[in-house]
């Protein structure tokens, strides 16, 4: 059957005990909250070990008569079908399925929405009446009120990606009953915005990134701040000779925007690296002449870096 992923987090009374989740989406930050989540209901206090495997054949052998509870993580849709899932046998253990939306998930998708021990999950950029249920539950179990005006200023501001929300809604929560619109524009101005969010949307589309890039960045301190928040991942990517020293260096704080950054990394040939390493030196070069960027040269900055990606 299939659930909205943010019922599995708001939910309290939401009984899950499935054989199988199937997590999926485009969103993939959304989708590793949903998996935590996952994983700390069905853990029972911890007691439950995580195992990962490479496809759903694997899983029978690994079963012991007197085991604990297990947990299997597969990121491979290989091999599923209404078949294979009725001869698997899990006794009281349960299978995470984490698969990003490829075509070939749209069929197996069926499979899960059909089955009654299992659950579809998923996971896209949450929508405004999703912003709207997240608000409303946190601002009743903290039993804060707010004017109407600032709810709905809130509302617009607060990210579509939901993690960020999370953190974004945390914040403001922590002021209690003293919400206003003079501290929600505290809130979110720079100093308390996170600037890897900036290169964590390079893949959305040139005008929204432009947006996002304007609503952010307003100041000469801001645009220098934001240019080397950018050159760190920028260094990630040319100081990395191959994919699994990549991977090993990526920081630790970063592993909800793990596989992201993978996936921006395997777009680097050497010529993409050389683009990004001429790009880095021209702009390196302005700043030391002129002691800073203006706002235009790091837009230009950030749209190049975006077109090397891609292209």
């Not at 998708?109 to 089955?115: E, G, P, T």
């Not at 209690?176 to 996170?194: E, M, T």
Request: glycine share 2%; net charge positive; hydrophobic share 40%.
């Amino acid at each position: 059957m299939k659930i909205d992923p943010i019922n599995i987090i708001l939910d309290n009374n939401l009984i899950f005990k499935k054989k199988f989740y199937f997590i999926t989406g485009n969103e993939i930050t959304f989708m590793e909250r949903i998996k935590e989540e996952v994983v700390n209901k069905e853990s029972e206090n911890g007691t439950a070990s995580i195992e990962r495997v490479k496809d759903i054949t694997q899983i029978n052998s690994q079963i012991g008569l007197f085991d604990n509870k297990k947990i299997f993580i597969i990121n491979d849709s290989s091999n599923i079908d209404n078949d294979i899932l009725e001869n698997t046998s899990l006794k009281n253990n349960v299978v995470i399925f984490f698969c990003e939306n490829t075509p070939k998930t749209k069929k197996i998708k069926n499979v899960f929405l059909k089955r009654k021990d299992s659950f579809l999950v998923e996971c896209y950029e949450i929508s405004k009446d999703d912003k709207i249920k997240v608000v409303n539950k946190h601002l009743n179990l903290k039993n804060i009120k707010i004017d109407e005006s600032v709810y709905w200023d809130l509302i617009e501001r607060l990210e579509n990606k939901f993690v960020f929300l999370e953190k974004e809604l945390g914040k403001i929560l922590s002021i209690g009953n003293k919400i206003n619109n003079d501290l929600l524009n505290k809130v979110f101005s720079k100093n308390n915005f996170n600037l890897d969010r900036v290169f964590f949307s390079i893949m959305e589309s040139n005008k929204k990134l432009v947006n996002i890039y304007n609503q952010k960045i307003t100041n000469q301190n801001e645009v220098n701040d934001f240019y080397y928040s950018f050159k760190q991942f920028c260094l990630l990517i040319l100081n990395n000779e191959n994919e699994d020293v990549f991977i090993n260096n990526i920081p630790r704080y970063l592993f909800r925007e793990k596989k992201f950054l993978i996936e921006v990394y395997k777009k680097y040939t050497p010529v993409k690296k050389k683009g990004l390493a001429d790009l880095l030196y021209e702009t390196e070069s302005v700043f030391r002449k002129n002691g800073q960027l203006s706002l235009s040269l790091g837009l230009r900055f950030l749209l190049i870096f975006k077109k090397i990606t891609t292209s």
